[in-house]
């Protein structure tokens, strides 16, 4: 790959690089029937999504899901869309932009809050895991955010400077992982959050990926 030139990416999974939109909402309307909620369209969820997923399920509910409901939800959440994820695909210029990125002899990684035992499959599955120097999934319990895993990740990561680190991602929680390790962010429109949600966050905001990857040489040059 040659040496890498201090600029580095951290991809976001679900959302940004895997393109998971029906599965997603699917599940969630899953999770919702089991405690008789109405179902909930794909606006619905761009516009009221956040994390800790707990508070997104406030917004809908009212009130705090108690302890034996979100397990109840995240089981079912999780099942539905292991089952449903087979339909989906990457997002469209995916492979051609990071074999780019890595061909100009930069680095990039890969932080999902999937679970890590079945986000490592699912990535060689589609042949792209050789463009990252490291790939991290959630491991320990579901519904946190992402900045405690930011930290560990780009600890485990050598030569890379988070002044000169670049999150992208489809949601406002990759922006404040992003600035709670000191690096920067782009964020998508194509996933979790509308636009209204994500400029909020105070970070550049794209419609394409490919915009992404220009926002982030820009950003981390």
């Given at each position: 790959m040659?040496?890498?030139?201090?600029?580095?990416?951290?991809w976001?999974?679900n959302?940004t690089?895997?393109?998971d939109n029906?599965?997603?909402?699917?599940?969630?309307?899953?999770?919702f029937?089991?405690?008789?909620?109405e179902?909930i369209?794909i606006?619905?969820?761009r516009e009221?999504?956040?994390?800790?997923?707990?508070?997104f399920y406030?917004r809908?509910?009212?009130?705090?899901?108690t302890?034996a409901?979100w397990?109840?939800?995240?089981e079912?959440?999780?099942r539905?869309?292991?089952?449903h994820?087979v339909?989906c695909g990457?997002?469209?210029?995916v492979v051609d932009?990071?074999?780019g990125?890595?061909?100009a002899?930069r680095s990039q990684?890969?932080?999902s809050?999937?679970v890590?035992d079945?986000?490592v499959p699912?990535?060689?599955?589609f042949?792209?895991?050789?463009?990252?120097?490291r790939?991290?999934?959630?491991?320990g319990?579901?519904?946190?955010?992402?900045?405690?895993?930011?930290?560990?990740h780009?600890a485990s990561?050598?030569?890379?400077?988070?002044?000169?680190t670049?999150?992208i991602?489809?949601?406002?929680d990759d922006?404040l992982?992003?600035r709670?390790?000191?690096?920067?962010?782009?964020l998508?429109?194509g996933g979790?959050?509308?636009?209204?949600?994500l400029e909020?966050?105070?970070?550049?905001?794209v419609?394409?990926?490919a915009e992404?990857?220009?926002?982030?040489?820009?950003?981390a040059a």
């Amino acid at each position: 790959m040659g040496k890498h030139t201090g600029a580095h990416i951290v991809w976001d999974w679900n959302g940004t690089l895997f393109h998971d939109n029906e599965a997603i909402i699917g599940a969630t309307n899953a999770a919702f029937a089991e405690l008789g909620l109405e179902p909930i369209t794909i606006e619905q969820y761009r516009e009221l999504y956040c994390v800790p997923v707990p508070k997104f399920y406030e917004r809908l509910m009212g009130r705090l899901p108690t302890d034996a409901e979100w397990e109840v939800m995240d089981e079912v959440f999780h099942r539905y869309y292991a089952e449903h994820r087979v339909r989906c695909g990457l997002t469209e210029g995916v492979v051609d932009l990071l074999a780019g990125w890595r061909s100009a002899g930069r680095s990039q990684s890969l932080l999902s809050m999937y679970v890590h035992d079945e986000l490592v499959p699912l990535v060689r599955g589609f042949g792209i895991e050789a463009h990252f120097v490291r790939v991290d999934g959630r491991t320990g319990p579901s519904g946190g955010s992402k900045a405690e895993h930011m930290v560990r990740h780009l600890a485990s990561l050598t030569g890379v400077d988070p002044a000169r680190t670049v999150v992208i991602g489809d949601a406002a929680d990759d922006a404040l992982a992003a600035r709670h390790v000191g690096a920067q962010a782009v964020l998508y429109t194509g996933g979790s959050h509308g636009r209204t949600s994500l400029e909020a966050a105070g970070a550049p905001v794209v419609d394409t990926l490919a915009e992404a990857v220009a926002e982030a040489a820009r950003l981390a040059a």
